[in-house]
């Protein structure tokens, strides 16, 4: 078959696939010869794709592809044709695409994902593929994302990929639990041991071993390997006491405790205490974890695991020793109850009860005999029997004669030297000194040999060991026999000199535990737990407790004492002075209190001798708990349920009535019936049941009002405890200075830190830079320039320092207070803490009571049924019941003693199911708890899970709506049932899921809005986008793009345009700058595979932008730069440059970037010799450009002309407009005389890199001497049209730019200017001939050096001449899954909202990379016109042309009247420009007020952002950066503890909720903790959004699980009173008693409901429109029809159960006819006990069926709209339990209810049976034909919704 009809016939089929056979054909036709039959299929296919028909180009592209894959010849050809394929595949080029019309989209679909495929397998080889795809994503805007997602799920390398990470990450997970479980052995084993080994020891003290007592007495039996202690304890085995041995073995184990082992079962009770409570459970749950883990990841784990076994059978054995011993074990059973989860408690030891007996008021040491028991003496370690009572009467013992006679030799010699010395230091000291009293080791001293046996007897003992053979110890014993163990005495010494003065009580420490206990610890001075020993009242709160400063004074702020004149001064302080000293040095920490105290006195003195600059941390904390503990306002939020409301007060008074009207005629009736009637008593305790449930009610209601109104206090009381346990740990900030970042350089302790702006306090001291606001009030550092302040918000700018700069005091200055790191800004001093006005306007904004979407759906019917539905059914029973009672009663029977049981009780039983609706606000509660914590699980779970969202297999990728990513993660009930109990029990301020309805704001979300970009939904670091550098050929420059590939493990950077390498030339000194001046091979290589910070002096010198920040050694990389070529340099100086007063400056003002003009200059040596120095420069375009007077373009330097000034110059105002950042790069060679350089650092290498900081202006002529800041601003100079000029300039530079055009330079940056600047040079005033000059070319000889004064001046000359070499954009980049988590809310009826500071163009830029809608009418401006400081605005501020195609407001005062009277555009779309924090919470007020439900995202670490988060209905913070408690600055301890904590597991608020717990807490991490204390969730930094999303979805599945259990609930409710009412209308007593409505509305329904909480989750769910807070059930009406239809089975068939059944059941009733006749007009008061029987079953089987036929219903309400036969009822596996339980639980109650009954239950019929379970097959079709109506109405409503969200009135209409 020829080529041609084989592609003939394989790409007209109209298949969606290709034939096989054909496929395969055509591909052994190509192999037969590459060369010929290749070019010939690739014409043929593209033949064919020419073909006008879709469903052709279709199979063409699929062949094509085939062929593309497998031949580089066919791939050559295909590029060579790119163009006409892509008119071909995607209609480039206007080029309509052929019919038939639904299959272009697939033609569409199928290209994107080939051309995605192909750019990313073969885009590195081949770049004409990368242009042709950045020409269909850039300009024909061919959306490749789901392009992107299905290549990612259908590459196998990603795939692997993908297998290989959750395989690492198990492996990982597991390793991580084996060490974490083998450190904690590790720790424990010790304890373990002794513990163990104790007890062995005191089983065989209490049991000797046989062996012993019969032992040879000429064996040895001394085993033990410390020969030491067997001759310490053979020296103590002196035979002073007599040991009789019983050996009689049939009483070794009738042991009991006595005087004599007491202390051996003490010990044995305490080590079994910690056994059975600590090791043994412990032990069990080391078993369990490493039994799951897998034996490949580390081969000890087996013996790790046999060892725990091992020692938990050991530990498991002792229990039964010591029943047979007779240990009482009831202990631990006590001890069980009490255990306490706080592990530090468990280290105290017990203080003896008897401790506080022993006290003497007189304070005098009490005698022996005068204590109420011998006193328990604490054993030697080595002289057991040292401290007996007996033993000073021993005449053995030698000490008492020793001691006798060295106490009259230290008196005599006190007195003769006394009389010798007189009142001498010597001797004053002589005074104080200790006493030591005779002991072993004076006795021993000295002696060379000691004698260990002197009785001449051969001592034995199983205990105290043996005697050796030699008589002489050795000499490591003898030695330890010359060593004293001190103990406290609690006596001290005497005013008289005497050994014993008064007696001193030890404290207890008494600081509270986590448990509720108080520390019992008795320590002299201060507990090792909780520092300083100080009185504290019940509570453990410390009296009168302060913070001092840490800092110790210099140690040359005194002069030094001599050594005798200190002991002088020494020896005249009392003990209780030393006392005050240490109280005041280490203070406790102050608690919670509400009352403002005094400042101690001693407080006063440590700040008056605190260091002149700076505060420390200890005092830092102190100021901000004394802020939160005493001077903040309560912060109470508003209970959402409303006492007032009318329904509830018709509620309780309705249930109320009915209480009284049960208890009347209970009363009533068991005065009257004759004979007793049951039902009088039933009656009573039904209405006192009532009563209870009222009050029950009523308690919880208030409970949980409590709860919820001091959730936000208490969310700051746990902040403030974290701040309490903060130990002062700063970390470094790893990312470049972001406007989502509020931190400050202050001084604490010495160092200057970056502190957030909640954490700055009164007194700190902070250098701001240039163009940083004010946190608060701060006051230039100057006592002579005080008045001089600037506000919260205000910024530091250079006209505002111009008048301070004159200032002789320049005590603001860095540089002047010996901190020359931070030279450039400027001191001041915070007059005020700015979290005093956090909190205070925290308390101010968040007192809204908004009720969420449910609530106002439950409102809406609970006033309908208590204020229309509950009085007109109590008017038809009261009317009713008076009629029958007046027309039967009295007028045919006379009987007008019923009137109370015919009128009052059956209206009772009519409204007693209304009355028992008084306990569903408990129910209500209960599930809201129950929502809540499956909510906060869930979202703890995503965090923690490290595995990646991942679409699901049967999702059509091309499918415009196909529902987000998930992950499959499962969640325990376990833990949701615990969070449940946690959050009934306490106050949530975890994460605020009362006052903030969280799942039920989270199920009705409709907007999203993200009020932050860096670091919350764009990354942290901006990416350089393109590289600019001079063309050489054509004049021109060059713009190659940048773009970033996944190589492996690392992040490459590459150029992509292709044919990059022939400017090379240009490229190599741009990337030498980037590699070096970055100063990333400082720390050893080219770090390409994570974004990071520079590390060079930039940020420490003032405020700069992120792009000067961000290292870019990766562009050094990407041009072929590598490690070994920058090693060939070392960098001799760092120059930081900064002009605030440059014309630079003022342009960066006007475009709203605050900060001064920099850049960055290092001088770099090369090898070859000292002689040649290259200094690199980046930084500020227009500075930099004004420094240069030439540049490079590859091939020579030619000089810098205006007009290629204009054309770069140009560039960068359009990188300004465009959102984007650009660095400019320069060089200088320099070529010195070194002789003549008189500063370190540029000849030796151990002085080299040093950083300095120059201030230049252009101003300032070189040849003047080089002057001073002061001096530079005092003559200040502009251009005649410098400001028109640069306006003019930012206008049209984009414009001007586009077209290729130059655009008019600055009169700074003209030619003639920096020529002027060059030839006013100092070494230029007199030039001389280059004939006589003798310098050999240099450009600095040594005279030339040493004119200049300092090495600033020489610098700032120096920074000029340099050569241009080009420019660098950056920009910052979405995070990863950002834009398609945009594109899927849409999906889901949600809308993003993306509220921006900056202009209406730049923010433009930004939501173009988000995926936002930019064309026009899609931004609206939020500044006002008169309040606007842009340059740039005309008329109403909307530049483009498109932007006034309609009627867009200005401002957001605006907004309003814009939607009373134009349109609602302003709420519909997704881009707000020039917003303020104030606009933005006002915007977001405008959308409640407008039915929407707003959550806002934003960053954690912005102080602004709190206020805005107090105003959305659920706010959520994110970590702008990550590494929160990354520690830079701690110790190595510090750092060891936080990877010992990562290792372990051990995150940072993972369980998404602001908390510390359990982690290094930082700055960080509390600033972040304060700005988020309305955020109900947190959001760490490399969280995925899609976790919201996800949480979203469980949301919408419990709200909507909530409507259909609250269905039930108020259909049954209905439906019983409907029943009680038409047996009244019958003359029946109620069909149902008082306790089977009880029965069914407290027990049945709501396990039903609750039981409808767990159906299984709908697919669909995300892709319905969510309802608005607005018109609530606006057609209540149909519902009504709906549940009168559904729930008219159950009434009628249970009326008719009850008929019937009480017919058969009544003797005298002939038939059904009679009933009413017979039993209506009976005196119900002269009932038999027969007829109440038999009333009792007709009613008990009415019961029965009910419940039955409820439970068939709720089997119905699994989903709104769909039936049964779509989802069938047993995949609820909680709902068939549930069923089965109500079932059984009611067939129970009714046979205890029958059980003594004398009804007759087998004279019931045949058919009441079948009419009480045969009801499902009329009921189950009326359910489905409700939902089917409903299904239509449901439909038409989201389709009317989605229209709606998706249009944007006046779009493209014109004015």
């Known amino acids: 078959m020829s080529l041609d009809a084989l592609v003939t016939e394989l790409t007209e089929t109209g298949l969606d696939s290709l034939n096989t056979d054909k496929l395969q054909e055509l591909k052994r036709i190509c192999k037969k010869n590459d060369g010929i039959h290749i070019v010939g299929a690739f014409k043929v296919l593209l033949n064919a794709l020419s073909k006008e028909h879709a469903q052709i180009r279709i199979s063409s592209l699929q062949a094509l592809n085939e062929l593309f894959r497998r031949s580089h010849r066919f791939r050559l050809l295909v590029i060579a044709e790119l163009p006409q394929i892509l008119a071909l595949v995607f209609g480039a080029y206007q080029r309509p695409l052929p019919r038939p019309q639904e299959y272009t989209a697939k033609l569409k679909m199928l290209a994107a994902e080939s051309m995605y495929a192909w750019v990313e397998r073969y885009g590195a080889a081949y770049q004409r593929l990368v242009v042709g795809f950045r020409f269909l994503r850039y300009v024909e805007r061919v959306d490749f994302r789901a392009a992107a997602r299905a290549f990612k799920r259908n590459d196998p390398v990603q795939i692997e990929r993908l297998r290989a990470i959750n395989i690492e990450n198990r492996n990982e997970y597991m390793l991580r639990s084996l060490l974490a479980i083998r450190a904690d052995f590790l720790a424990m084993l010790p304890g373990i041991e002794e513990a163990l080994w104790m007890l062995d020891g005191c089983f065989a003290i209490l049991i000797p071993d046989i062996a012993d007592l019969f032992a040879d007495p000429g064996h040895s039996y001394a085993e033990d390997n410390d020969a030491d202690i067997d001759e310490i304890m053979a020296v103590m085995a002196v035979n002073r006491h007599a040991v009789d041995i019983d050996v009689n073995p049939g009483r070794i184990l009738e042991t009991e405790e006595d005087n004599g082992n007491a202390a051996v079962y003490d010990v044995i009770r305490d080590y079994l205490r910690l056994c059975v409570t600590k090791y043994e459970p412990q032990l069990r749950v080391w078993t369990e974890r490493l039994t799951r883990l897998d034996s490949i990841i580390d081969p000890e784990l087996s013996t790790l695991l046999e060892s725990v076994r091992r020692l938990s059978s050991r530990v498991v054995d002792v229990v039964p020793k010591c029943a047979d011993l007779g240990v009482d074990l009831s202990f631990l059973q006590k001890d069980s109850g009490g255990l306490c989860d706080d592990k530090s408690e468990d280290e105290f030891e017990d203080v003896p009860a008897d401790f506080h007996k022993t006290r003497n008021t007189s304070g005098k040491r009490p005698a022996l005999s005068e204590s109420s028991g011998a006193p328990r003496h604490k054993r030697h370690t080595v002289f057991s029997l040292l401290g007996e009572p007996g033993l000073e009467s021993d005449p053995t013992y030698i000490r008492p004669e020793l001691l006798r006679n060295l106490q009259s030799q230290t008196t005599s010699q006190a007195d003769a030297s ?116 100080v009185d504290r009242d019940e509570a453990g709160r410390p009296q009168g407790g302060f913070i001092a400063e840490d800092n110790p004074p210099p140690a040359d702020s005194a002069p030094r004492q001599s050594t005798v004149a200190t002991a002088e001064a020494v ?136 709860l919820e109104a001091h959730e936000l206090d208490k969310r700051l009381g746990a902040v403030a405890g974290e701040i309490r346990e903060w130990t002062g740990t700063y970390a470094d900030l790893r990312t470049p200075q972001l406007p989502t970042v509020t931190t400050y350089m202050a001084l604490r302790d010495g160092v200057w830190r970056d502190v957030p702006t909640l954490l700055l306090v009164k007194d700190d001291v902070i250098a701001l830079g240039y163009g940083e606001a004010a946190p608060c009030e701060v006051a230039l550092r100057t006592s002579e320039l005080s008045e001089l302040v600037l506000t919260r918000g205000q910024a530091l700018t250079p006209e505002s320092m111009r008048s301070w700069l004159g200032q002789e005091c320049r005590l603001w200055d860095p540089q002047t207070t010996g901190h020359h790191a931070m030279a450039g800004r400027v001191l001041f001093l915070v007059l005020d803490t700015p979290l005093k006005s956090h909190l205070q306007q925290i308390a101010r904004h968040h007192q809204r009571t908004d009720k969420s979407v449910l609530q106002n759906q439950i409102c809406v019917v609970v006033r309908l049924v208590m204020l229309r539905i509950l009085p007109a059914v109590a008017l038809v029973a009261v009317v009713a019941n008076a009629v029958i009672y007046g027309v039967v009663d009295v007028g045919q029977r006379s009987q007008r003693h019923m009137a109370v049981e015919a009128v009052v009780g059956k209206t009772a039983y009519v409204l007693f199911p209304f009355a028992c609706t008084a306990l569903w606000p408990v129910y209500w509660i209960a599930v809201r708890i129950f929502t809540n914590a499956c909510e906060v699980v869930l979202f703890d779970t995503l965090q923690r899970s490290k595995t990646e969202y991942e679409d699901m297999e049967d999702i ?76 050489a050929d054509e004049e021109d420059y060059a713009i190659l793009d940048l773009a970033e590939q996944q190589t492996g493990a690392d992040l490459r950077t590459f150029i992509i345009d292709e044919g990059w390498e022939k400017y090379l030339p240009s490229l190599r000194p741009l990337g030498l700058n980037c590699g070096l001046n970055t100063l990333a091979h400082r720390v050893g290589r080219l770090r390409i595979d994570t974004t990071h910070k520079r590390h060079n002096c930039m940020r420490q010198r003032g405020k700069i932008l992120s792009s000067q920040d961000t290292c870019l050694c990766k562009i050094s990389r990407a041009i072929g730069f590598t490690n070994d070529d920058l090693s060939r340099f070392r960098m001799l100086k760092e120059v930081d440059v900064f002009a605030p007063f440059h014309k630079a400056t003022e342009l960066l003002n006007r475009k709203d970037i605050c900060c001064a003009a920099s850049f960055t200059s290092a001088v770099f040596q090369a090898e070859d010799g000292p002689g040649r120095l290259q200094m690199l420069t980046d930084g500020n375009v227009e500075l930099v450009l004004g420094m240069c007077l030439d540049y490079f373009d590859g091939s020579g330097i030619r000089p810098l002309s205006d007009r290629t000034m204009a054309m770069y110059y140009g560039l960068y105002l359009n990188a300004l407009q465009q959102d984007l950042q650009c660095l400019a790069f320069a060089y200088r060679p320099l070529s010195l005389d070194t002789r003549g350089l008189k500063w370190p650092g540029w000849g030796s290498a151990e002085q080299s890199g040093q950083s300095l900081y120059v201030d230049i202006a ?40 586009d077209q290729g055009s130059v655009v008019d330079l600055p009169e700074h940056l003209t030619e003639a200017a920096r020529l002027g600047l060059l030839r006013s040079k100092r070494k230029f005033s007199q030039p001389a001939a280059v004939s006589d000059r003798d310098d050999g070319g240099l450009d600095y000889t040594s005279s030339d050096l040493r004119q200049f004064a300092t090495e600033q001046a020489f610098l700032r000359d120096a920074v000029t001449e340099q050569i241009f070499l080009g420019l660098v954009t950056f920009a910052y980049d979405p995070k990863v899954d950002v834009c398609d988590f945009v594109e899927d809310l849409s999906i889901a009826g949600i809308r993003f909202v993306y509220f921006s500071k900056a202009k209406g163009r730049q923010s433009k830029s930004f939501a173009e990379r988000l995926g ?109 950066i990550p590494h929160f408690n990354w520690i830079a600055h701690g110790s190595t301890q510090m750092a060891e503890a936080t990877r010992s904590a990562a290792l372990s597991g051990h995150d940072v608020a993972n369980d998404g909720s602001i908390s510390t717990s359990g982690a290094l807490v930082t700055q960080y991490a509390l600033g972040a903790a304060l700005t988020c204390i309305p955020c109900p969730l947190f959001l760490q930094h490399d969280t995925s959004l899609y976790t919201l999303m996800q949480v ?161 219903v709720s089997s119905t309400l699994m989903y709104r709209t769909r039936s049964c036969l779509e989802f069938v009822p047993f995949r609820n596996i909680a709902w068939i339990v549930a069923s089965a339980l109500c079932l059984l639980l009611t067939f129970a109650f009714a046979a205890l209810l029958l059980a003594f009954g004398e009804a007759r239950i087998g004279r019931v019929a045949w058919y009441t049976y079948l009419i009480a379970f045969a009801g499902p097959l009329a009921l189950l079709p009326l359910q489905d034909m409700c939902k089917l109506h409903d299904k239509k109405c449901w439909t038409r409503l989201q389709k009317l919704a989605k229209l709606e969200f998706k249009t944007k009135l006046g779009q493209h209409s014109p004015l």
Not at 1023 to 1029: K, L, N, S
Request: include cysteine.
């Open 1592 to 1752: 979203i979805s469980e949301a919408r599945r419990l709200v909507g699980c909530i409507q259909q259990s609250a269905a039930l609930l108020v259909a049954s409710c209905l439906a019983l009173v409907l029943i009680n009412l038409v047996s009244a209308l019958c003359l029946l007593p109620p069909a149902l008693t008082g306790f089977m409505l009880l029965w069914v509305l407290w027990i049945v329904v709501p396990l039903l409901g609750t039981a409808l909480l767990f159906v299984p989750h709908d697919e669909n769910i995300m892709s319905t429109m969510p309802l608005k807070n607005q018109d609530h059930v606006s057609d209540m009406s149909r519902f009504a029809v709906y549940a009168l239809i559904r729930m008219l089975p159950p009434i009628v068939l249970t009326i008719l159960v009850y008929v019937t059944a009480l017919e058969k059941l009544l003797a005298d009733v002939a038939h059904l006819g009679r009933l009413a006749s017979v039993f209506g007009r009976a005196d119900w008061l002269a009932l038999d006990s027969e007829q109440q029987w038999a009333l009792l079953a007709a009613q008990t089987f009415a019961m029965v069926a009910f419940v039955f036929h409820v439970v068939c």
């Open 1412 to 1520: 936002l809608e930019t064309d026009w009418n899609t931004c609206i401006l939020l500044s006002s016109v008169a309040d606007s400081s842009y340059d740039d605005i005309v008329d109403d501020g909307y530049v483009e042309d498109h932007d006034i195609k309609a009627q867009l407001p200005r401002g957001i005062e605006s907004i309003r009247s814009h939607l009373k009277e134009v349109d609602d555009i302003p709420l519909q779309i997704s881009l707000f420009a020039e917003c303020t924090p104030d606009s933005t919470r006002e915007m977001i007020n405008i959308f409640q007020e407008n039915g929407d439900i707003v959550c806002c995202i934003g960053s954690a670490l912005k102080d602004a952002n709190t206020l805005t988060f107090a105003a959305a209905d659920l706010a959520v913070g994110i970590e702008p």
């Open 418 to 533: 006394d009389t010798t010395l007189g009142n001498s230091v010597e001797d004053r000291l002589r005074q104080t000194a200790p006493v030591v009293e005779y002991g072993p080791d004076l006795m021993y001293w000295g002696q060379d040999t000691v004698d260990a046996n002197t009785s001449g007897l051969e001592i034995r003992h199983r205990f105290l060991g043996s005697a050796r053979e030699e008589a002489t110890l050795s000499g490591k014993a003898a030695d330890s026999l010359r060593k004293r163990a001190v103990y406290y005495s609690d006596a001290v010494a005497g005013a008289n000199g005497t050994e014993f003065g008064e007696r001193r009580e030890i404290k207890a420490c008494r600081a509270p535990l986590k448990g509720g206990r108080l520390c019992p610890r008795r320590d002299l001075l201060k507990c090792p737990l909780h520092g300083p020993i």
């Open 1258 to 1297: 252009p101003e300032s002529p070189v040849d003047e001497p080089p002057r001073q800041f002061v001096a530079v601003v005092q003559k200040p100079s502009e251009p005649a049209e410098g400001k028109d000029a640069g306006r003019s300039d930012a206008d049209e530079g984009d414009a001007l730019a």
């Open 956 to 1031: 059509d990728e091309f499918d415009v709506e196909a529902l987000p990513p998930t992950k499959d993660i499962t969640v325990g009930i376990g833990a949701i049932l615990e969070r449940m109990r946690w959050l009934w029990m306490n106050c949530d301020y975890r994460n605020l899921s009362r006052s903030s309805n969280l799942s039920e704001t989270l199920g009705n979300i409709t907007v999203i809005c993200s009020i932050d970009k860096e670091g919350t939904i764009a990354e942290p670091f901006c990416t350089p986008e393109q590289i600019v550098v001079p063309d």
């Open 571 to 706: 020896s005249e302080v009392e003990w209780r002075d030393w006392e005050a000293l240490v109280n005041q040095k280490n203070p406790p920490l102050p608690q919670q209190k509400r009352a403002k105290k005094k400042e101690p006195a001693a407080v006063k003195s440590a700040l008056s001798q605190a260091p002149s600059l700076g505060i420390s941390t200890a005092l830092a904390k102190h100021k901000l708990l004394e802020l939160i503990d005493t001077d903040h306002a309560l912060i109470v939020v508003p209970f959402h349920l409303d006492w007032r409301a009318s329904s509830l007060r018709v509620l309780l008074g309705a249930s109320s009535t009915v209480a009284l009207l049960l208890a009347v005629n209970g009363a009533y009736v068991l005065a009257k019936g004759q004979p007793l009637q049951s039902r009088g008593i039933a009656s009573i305790v039904e209405a006192g049941f009532i009563l209870l449930s009222m009050l029950g009610a009523a308690w919880v209601l208030a409970r949980e009002s409590r």
